[in-house]
């Protein structure tokens, strides 16, 4: 089966050129210049399919380095499966997932990897990759680090929020960041301070402050600022490679962006929803319809202008990745454990399907360039976490993860327009894209084409990664 792919306009993190590309089976085998006639007419005429991409963008398939599916949370699961999930990532242009298989307290690492695995296998529509969250870091935990790292399982997360869930102490991150420094993997860190953050919590409801919006208000950007500098001090002190998940507060990115400049090896990710949504807007709706926005870290308040300066962040790399942290809940019975209490809301938002289209309106609106699009979105989170150039690259030896995107479209979200998420709602309900997801590809596969959808639930292979590309 080959697939040629003409006309288009082919993005890397160095611009864009005027390219066709040829997929043979699961791989791209060339690109080249439509100057270059007598090969495109050769191939032209031998290509099983041809695609024209005239007027569209031709783009490495977005890699999300940051999902939930079906993670236990707060006395149920995301609701989201691999196959739901991924079926909704695939829709819209994510090619690739990596999700996070969880340990907690008391559980042996290996059998929670393992389960992850049984989750997961033969019930993907795209190839998905594993961190590890270390929810009990000890002797035990240690040890399993080295030996997942040579199984493809090469960044652990873990978290200075949620104690008694999963929260690690100073001391266990120092020993799990030392590990993380013999063996070449990377830390994520969760960076909130939970210890002071429920405190602020029980105060509140003790006060009768049960709103949704209580949830940003308890979790004040100190508490991310704080986390962030604490957790960027212990990574120096072990020489481990840090990337800190999710950051929402303008401030933490600040800490972090000196902690770059000192050259130490530190990353940030930020997520759609701290790039559009806000304290004000969504998470203060009456009712408890803001339960739809309780995520952590929280959506933060507009008036103090955190979205613009992570914009800001993002074109200047200090911020190096967007991920969804896609922990979809369902509003009825699920977002409802908390009425009446903000804390028992479970956390998260789903967004796998929206994170090309929410990043391309930032280039329509001129926040970011084409050429940042697809580093952030797919170039960068395939390096940063071992998959590059099988991932995250248009290039002869890449698989073929393509997705052909007509700035011309227009993509309505909405929980009964685009919308494939197992989830009852839509946080972007109203959200409108100057760009269309046309044609996805999937190591060789046509996925999704004119709104139709071709993929099917075990196409998806696990990828075991090596070390983050980005170290030194
Ligand atoms: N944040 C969320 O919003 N959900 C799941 C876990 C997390 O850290
Ligand atoms: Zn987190
Ligand atoms: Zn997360």
Partial sequence: MTILIKNGQVVSPQGAIAADVLVDREKIVAVFTPGDTSLGKELASSADTVIDAARKYVIPGGVDAHTHMELPFGGTYASDTFDTGTLAAAWGGTTTIIDFAVQKTGERVQDCLAAWHEKANGNTHIDYAFHQILGGVDDDSLKAMDELVN???????????????????????????????????????????????????????????TDPKYHSLTRPWETEAEATNRAIMLSRITGAPLYIVHMSAKQAVQVLQSAKNEGLNVFGETCPQYLYLSLEEQLSQPGFEGAKWVCSTPLRSKEEGHQEELWKYLR????????????????????????????????????????????????????????????????????MFGLYPQKGVIAPGSD????????????????????????????????NIDGHVDTVISRGKVVVDNNTYLGHKGHGKFLKRGLSQYLI
């Avoid at 969760?190 to 509140?204: K, M, T, Y």
């Fill in 400 to 431: 073929a993860d393509i997705v052909i995107y007509d700035p011309a479209g227009r993509t309505e979200i909405g929980f009964h327009k685009t919308h494939h998420m197992n989830m009852d709602h839509s946080a972007w309900e109203g959200f």
């Fill in 151 to 209: 199984e493809g399982i090469t960044s652990f997360k873990l978290f200075m929020a949620y104690p008694g869930v999963y929260y690690s102490d100073d001391g266990q991150i120092l020993r799990a960041m030392q590990a993380a420094s013999n063996n070449g993997s990377m830390i994520m860190m969760h960076a909130e301070n939970g210890i002071a953050i429920d405190v602020l919590v029980a105060q509140a409801l003790a006060e009768g402050k």
């Fill in 316 to 383: 200047t790399n200090d911020l190096s990745i967007v991920s969804t942290d896609h922990c979809p809940f369902c509003f009825k019975e699920q977002k409802e454990l908390g009425l009446g209490n903000f804390a028992a809301i479970p956390n998260g938002i789903g967004s796998v399907e929206h994170r090309l289209d929410l990043l391309y309106q930032g280039v329509v609106n001129g926040h970011i360039s084409l050429a940042r699009w697809v580093e952030i979105c797919s170039t960068t989170p395939a390096r």
